[in-house]
């Protein structure tokens, strides 16, 4: 089949999927590609997404980005972990950390099966003793130095990020033109998009185009009708509330996730304000009085309009379809819990370029990606659904809904295997680590009813003494951490902003 080439890629929407895209392959194709993005200022963008993982590392260097500089720009602060609290019952806190339990290298089994046999002998105190970045987390302490390797992430302000991103991608190439797309135009015979027709009547054609129009998906879904797999009887939540407020206290490494009688709540400390928002089932929660509760519970004056925001979890059931490869919201949308989105924004662009379609587009290169797509999806969609399902909570009817539905078939296997063998694993290109769902699995309340025997081949004072050696290095290390509100302010303090 004659393909047609493609060279005339056109982003459309310049949130922070829409800039992310057009950076990375302005970035990495530049000289091979004409990028055009459109961008409406009188619609905007969905303005959070605040919270990343340490995946932005990775992609900020790709880029050549600067981390000094990129955290300056957005007021940013560093984030080791998510502390959750009320989740497994209320009261109770736990934190994920990007960190190690343990130390990998030196045992036969994960770490946390020696760790067991060490609490069923008596001895081996909290997991979360013997995990370093978490021990920072909760001490408040942060140093990112070349002699003390660090897994962390960002919290950034999501309306700076996308402008920091802007000003590396014009200057290397992209063309952005400002307008709203009034129309979208599709080949008569194929379905591929041709053009977007903006209000003004400008008409901009492409070869392929990256739908970054957020929930409306304008191309992938208005246009295309690609469909929507939905997710919501497993993820209840459907709404949030967002509002920004002056800070009380230093910034804390950790994001907050909050639970309460209908979802939860999240704080993420910026540079120069803090980030809120409430995350709610509508059906169990109206948006009043979860909007009150939001009020009632932040801390520091209000600086904006609280902003509701309603969403459908589930995935577009092709992520690329003909022409059109939607990315961020456009594509489908896992609840913020553990601030996902924005990686699968750039993990699909990176597959995108390693993979770019110059010679035309193919069925099998499309089915490749969308495979990828569902594959990384569903695992991220089960590590959500383990927070919501495995809890002690009986207080409302949301978190009994919660423990008693039917959670995928993929999750059921994994908490059995666990349940039954203290066994965890990381399959294939999954995001979420061995050490994740371990801290998750045992937060939220599961204890296993066997470890690996091997465990018990070690001397019990040997046990103690590497277990003890090991958590008296941690906490070693951490006490000789600056605090990292001063960390930053050094780092790449912005001032007032
Ligand atoms: C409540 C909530 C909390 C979140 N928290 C996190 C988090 O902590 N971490 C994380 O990784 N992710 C988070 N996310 C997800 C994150 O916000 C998004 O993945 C990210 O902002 C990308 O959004 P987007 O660019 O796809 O969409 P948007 O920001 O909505 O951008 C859409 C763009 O398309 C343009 N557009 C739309 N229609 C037209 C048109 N007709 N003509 C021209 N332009 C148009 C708009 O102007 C805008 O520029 C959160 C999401 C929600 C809803």
């Known amino acids: 089949m004659n393909r047609p080439r493609v060279q005339r890629v056109v982003v459309a929407g310049g949130g922070t999927a829409g800039w992310v895209a057009a950076a990375a392959l302005v970035k990495q194709l530049g000289p091979l590609l004409d990028i055009t993005l459109v961008e409406s200022d009188e619609i905007g963008t969905v303005g959070v997404g605040e919270s990343t993982i340490p995946t932005s590392r990775s992609f900020h260097q790709l880029l050549g980005i600067d981390e000094a500089a990129v955290m300056r720009a957005t007021q940013a602060t560093f984030k080791l972990a998510i502390s959750f609290e009320n989740w497994r019952q209320e009261g109770d806190r736990y934190f994920h950390a990007f960190g190690e339990n343990g130390r990998r290298s030196t045992w036969m089994a994960d770490f946390h099966h020696f760790w067991l046999e060490a609490r069923a002998q008596g001895f081996g105190g ?58 979208v135009e599709q080949d008569g015979e194929s379905g591929f998009v041709t053009a ?125 379809n003909k022409n059109v490869v939607s990315l961020g919201l456009a594509s489908g949308f896992i609840e913020p819990l553990e601030s996902t989105s924005i990686h ?55 978190w009994r809904q919660c423990r008693d539905m039917t959670i995928p078939d993929t999750l059921a296997e994994r908490m059995a295997l666990f349940a039954e063998s203290g066994q965890a694993y990381q399959a294939g290109d999954e995001l979420f680590r061995v050490d994740s769902w371990v801290q998750v699995l045992m937060g939220q309340g599961m204890a296993p009813q066997r470890h690996h025997e091997l465990a018990r081949l070690m001397p019990k004072e040997q046990l103690r003494g590497a277990l003890d050696s090991l958590k008296a290095d941690i906490a070693g290390r951490v006490a000789k951490m600056p605090a990292h509100a001063q960390f930053v302010d050094r780092y790449c303090g912005a001032g007032e902003g």
Request: hydrophobic share 40%.
């Open 196 to 320: 977007l027709v903006l209000e003004s009547g400008e008409r901009i054609e492409g070869d392929l185009f990256v739908d970054c129009t957020g929930f409306r998906g304008l191309l992938i879904e208005q246009t295309l009708k690609t469909g929507y797999e939905d997710w919501t009887h497993w993820l209840a939540t459907d709404t949030a509330i967002a509002v920004q407020t002056r800070a009380t206290e230093p910034a804390v490494p950790y994001t907050r996730a909050i639970a309460h009688q209908a979802g939860w709540r999240w704080k993420i400390p910026l540079q120069h304000r803090v980030g809120n928002g409430i995350v709610y089932a509508s059906a169990h929660l109206s948006d009043d009085a979860a909007r009150a509760q939001l009020l009632g519970a932040v801390e520091g004056d209000v600086l904006t309009e609280p902003r509701l925001i309603r969403y459908r979890t589930g995935r577009r059931r092709k992520a690329w």
């Open 126 to 183: 909290d997991l979360a003793d013997y995990c370093f970045e978490l021990q920072a987390a909760s001490e408040r302490r942060f140093t990112n130095g070349e002699d003390a390797p660090i897994n962390y992430a960002y919290h950034l302000d999501a309306t700076r990020y996308a402008r920091f991103l802007r000003t590396l991608s014009e200057p290397a190439g992209v063309r952005r033109v400002e307008g709203k797309i009034a129309q």
């Open 344 to 398: 699968f924004v750039k993990i699909a662009v990176m597959r995108l370029i390693q993979a770019f379609p110059f010679a035309g587009i193919s069925d099998a290169q499309v089915d490749r990606f969308n495979a990828m797509s569902v594959q990384e999806v569903e695992r991220v969609r089960d590590f959500i659904i383990l927070h919501y399902h495995l809890t002690e909570r009986e207080d409302s009817a949301f």
